[in-house]
C-alpha cells in the first residue's frame, strides 16, 4: 500500500481553511507592531520594534498581553522577560522576526557572539505564546561553511546561530504554526515545558537542542544540507537532566529535507552532555543523560539507518573526546514509516503500550 505524505502547501492550505482570521481569533489587541503609512490595522497602541510593545507589557500580568506583528521583517534581537506575552502574526511567512548572529562573528560589544547569545528571540518569562508568524536567524550558514575560510562546526566559535531560546524563567510556552528558521542550533528549548504544533523547524547540526521538555505534534522538521562534511546532520541534541523522564517528544511529525540532503546522511540525534565546574574540576556533567522520542513520526530516506550516533563531552580525566554513546541516554522510536525509516539498531524501540502513556498530557501535565 502507498503511502500519500502531504505537501507543506497542502497542510498550509488546510490549516488556514479552518482557523479564523487574526482579526476574530483576537478580537482584542494590547500593541500592534506597525511602521505605517496610514493607521494600524487594529485598535492598538503601536510599536516600531518588538522589544518597546514588550515593555509595555505589565511586569506581573495574569492575562494574555496580545502583540499583533503584522507582516514585514522585525529586524532585532529581543529579549521575552514579562508573563503571559502573546505573538500573534498577521502572516505566518510575512511576518518575520529576524536578527543575525553567530558563534564566531563578532558582537557590538567587540567580543565574539558565543552561541548562547545568538538567539533572536530569548523567552525568560511564563506563559510564553506565538501563532502564524516566523522566528528566524538571518546567518547564512550554508554560505559560510562553503567558502574559504568559512566558520566551521569543528570551532567553538563556530556558524552556530540560534533563532529562538527558552532560558531561564521559561515555562509553558506555546507555538502554534510557527516557523523556526535557522541552520546551526536553531530551535534551543533549554528550560521549562513547551508545545510545538503544526510548526516548520529548519537546521542541520543539532538543530533542536537543550535541556527543556518539550512536545511536537503534526510539526515538520526539515534538514538543510552540509555539502562541506560527510554527515549533513542531527536533528536532535537534548542534554535533559536524569531525573526528569522527559525531554524531546515528538508525534505524528514529518522529517523532511532540502534539496543536496544525501541519502543516509542525518541522524535522529546525539546525546549532549554539558560541562559542570566541580571541586575536582569542569567536566561532563553525568546529570544530563539526554530523552528524545519519535512516535508515529514519517521519515523521508536523509535519515541514517543507524538512527542515532554518538557525541563528545570533556571526560573526567580532561579528555575532551570521551564519547557518550546514544545506548547510555534514553533514544527511543515507534512505528516510524516513510523510506527512511530504517532499523535503527542504536536507539530503543517502544512497545505499544509505552507509546500510548507518551502523551501530551504526560509529557506536558501543567499544559494539559
Not at 481553511?17 to 476574530?24: G, I, M, R
Not at 554560505?143 to 566558520?151: F, I, N, S, Y
Not at 546525546?271 to 513520526?297: E, H, I, N, T
Request: some cysteine; hydrophobic content about 40%.
Amino acid at each position: 500500500m502507498s503511502l500519500t505524505v502531504p505537501s507543506r502547501r497542502d497542510v498550509l492550505a488546510g490549516a488556514a481553511a479552518l482557523a479564523p482570521s487574526y482579526a476574530l481569533a483576537a478580537p482584542r489587541y494590547d500593541a500592534v507592531l506597525w511602521r505605517g503609512p496610514g493607521r494600524a490595522p487594529v485598535d492598538a497602541p503601536a510599536f516600531d520594534r518588538l522589544s518597546a510593545a514588550i515593555a509595555a507589557a505589565p511586569s506581573a500580568g495574569r492575562r494574555p498581553f496580545r502583540i499583533l506583528v503584522t507582516r514585514g521583517l522585525w529586524d532585532e534581537q529581543v529579549v521575552v522577560d514579562k508573563p503571559f506575552v502573546h505573538l500573534i502574526g498577521e502572516d505566518r511567512e510575512g511576518s518575520v522576526i529576524s536578527h543575525l548572529a553567530a558563534s564566531g562573528l563578532t558582537a557590538p560589544d567587540g567580543k565574539r557572539w558565543g552561541t548562547f547569545r545568538t538567539p533572536t528571540l530569548f523567552v525568560r518569562a511564563p506563559d510564553f505564546a506565538a501563532r502564524d508568524l516566523t522566528i528566524q536567524n538571518a546567518f547564512d550558514g550554508l554560505a559560510e561553511m562553503t567558502k574559504v575560510g568559512g566558520l566551521h562546526s569543528h570551532d567553538g566559535a563556530g556558524p552556530q546561530a540560534v533563532a529562538l531560546m527558552l532560558d531561564k524563567g521559561s515555562d509553558r510556552a506555546r507555538f502554534s504554526g510557527v516557523d523556526l528558521l535557522g541552520y546551526q542550533d536553531t530551535l534551543f528549548p533549554d528550560a521549562g515545558s513547551s508545545l510545538f504544533e503544526r510548526c516548520l523547524i529548519t537546521g542541520s547540526y543539532d538543530f533542536i537542542f537543550g535541556a527543556g521538555r518539550a512536545y511536537f505534534e503534526r510539526c515538520e522538521i526539515r534538514s538543510r544540507p552540509r555539502p562541506a562534511d560527510p554527515v549533513d546532520g542531527y536533528i536532535v541534541a537534548p542534554s535533559t537532566p536524569i531525573d526528569r523522564p522527559f525531554g524531546f517528544v515528538f508525534r505524528n511529525c514529518r522529517l523532511t529535507k532540502e534539496t543536496g540532503v544525501r541519502k543516509g546522511s542525518v541522524y535522529l540525534g546525539r546525546p549532549w552532555r554539558p560541562s559542570s565546574q566541580f571541586v575536582d574540576g569542569r567536566y561532563g556533567d553525568p546529570k544530563y543523560v539526554g530523552m528524545s522520542a519519535f512516535l508515529d513520526c514519517w521519515m523521508d530516506d536523509h535519515i541514517a539507518p543507524a538512527g542515532w550516533t554518538e557525541m563528545w563531552y570533556t571526560g573526567k580525566d580532561g579528555n575532551p573526546r570521551t564519547m557518550l554513546q546514544p545506548e547510555e541516554a534514553r533514544f527511543w522510536q515507534y512505528r516510524p514509516s516513510g523510506p527512511g525509516a530504517g532499523p535503527f539498531p542504536r536507539g530503543r524501540w517502544l512497545t505499544p503500550a509505552q507509546a500510548r502513556a507518551m502523551t501530551r498530557a504526560k509529557v506536558l501535565p501543567d499544559m494539559a
